[in-house]
């Protein structure tokens, strides 16, 4: 049976927004780990020397690989749906990270089974291993990391959306590439430094960095975020394309002019 055309709108809303939740929720779980960069593709390390004595690398959370996914749906919320359609997600979106986050907590302090602990005692060199401990060490995010994770994102996503907007109304329906990067790297200049501040500064109690260290650290992030958001704008109009396959041009246009003007 054909879909009409409110059936297609919601439909569209929950596949964007599931894309968006997914992909922002996975990005807080595996953020833990630190990669390189360089030493993924066999380079050198960049020893970039920013304010500080000591030399930074491009050694970033695993979760900024999938961030930009987040980036691309958040803009594309924002052209179909507008204001409302990215708040509504973003609320959503916190919440159910917390509540992630919440049952993470619960599980890192249960008692673990010695039937666990005996089975996997050793890892595949033979080497004693504490799998207990490495779970309470992968999953056991700090409160400061979760308090400063949520805040920088939601702040972001906010801002995310006024500036999207503001440049939408200068520019009127052209140039989505400059609404959707425009917006994504200025919103991510903000998330980038707001994150270190209040984790490794706000609330980092005696082990607090320095302002040079954090701007140093800030910058390196950030520029990794400007150069991926560049290379992923032709999938904005890539998704764009189908989209208004799937709604009809004629839909798509009103769904966003409603958007625009703020009646959806």
Do not use: C
């Not at 900024?64 to 708040?87: C, H, L, M, R």
């Not at 430094?193 to 320095?210: N, P, R």
């Not at 390196?220 to 150069?227: G, P, T």
């Amino acid at each position: 049976m054909e879909q009409t055309t409110d059936k297609k709108k919601t439909t569209l809303f929950i596949i964007l927004a599931g894309i968006f939740i997914t992909n922002a929720l996975l990005a807080e779980l595996i953020g833990v780990k630190i990669f390189s960069i360089e030493k993924t593709f066999d380079f050198s390390p960049a020893q970039i020397s920013l304010f500080t004595d000591f030399k930074l690398d491009f050694n970033l959370t695993a979760g900024a690989i999938i961030w930009p996914i987040v980036f691309i749906s958040t803009d594309i919320i924002n052209e179909y749906f507008g204001k409302k359609g990215v708040q509504k997600v973003t609320f959503l979106t916190i919440g159910l990270i917390a509540y992630s986050f919440f049952i993470l907590y619960i599980s890192t302090h249960i008692t673990a089974s010695d039937y666990w602990l005996d089975v996997n005692k050793t890892d595949a060199n033979g080497a004693p291993f504490d799998i207990d401990y490495a779970y309470r060490r992968i999953f056991g995010q700090g409160q400061a990391i979760i308090i400063a994770s949520l805040t920088a994102f939601l702040i972001g996503q906010l801002l995310d959306v006024y500036v999207f907007h503001a440049i939408r109304k200068s520019t009127g329906e052209k140039w989505l590439w400059l609404r959707a990067t425009g917006s994504t790297l200025i919103s991510q200049l903000i998330d980038s430094f707001v994150v270190l501040f209040i984790a490794f500064y706000l609330l980092a109690g005696d082990h607090k960095w320095s302002i040079e260290q954090i701007v140093s650290i800030g910058i390196i992030n950030y520029i990794y975020k400007f150069s991926v958001a560049l290379i992923l704008t032709p999938l904005l109009y890539v998704a764009h394309h189908f989209i208004d396959r799937y709604l009809g041009v004629a839909e798509a246009e009103i769904l966003i002019e409603k958007a625009n003007t703020e009646e959806y």
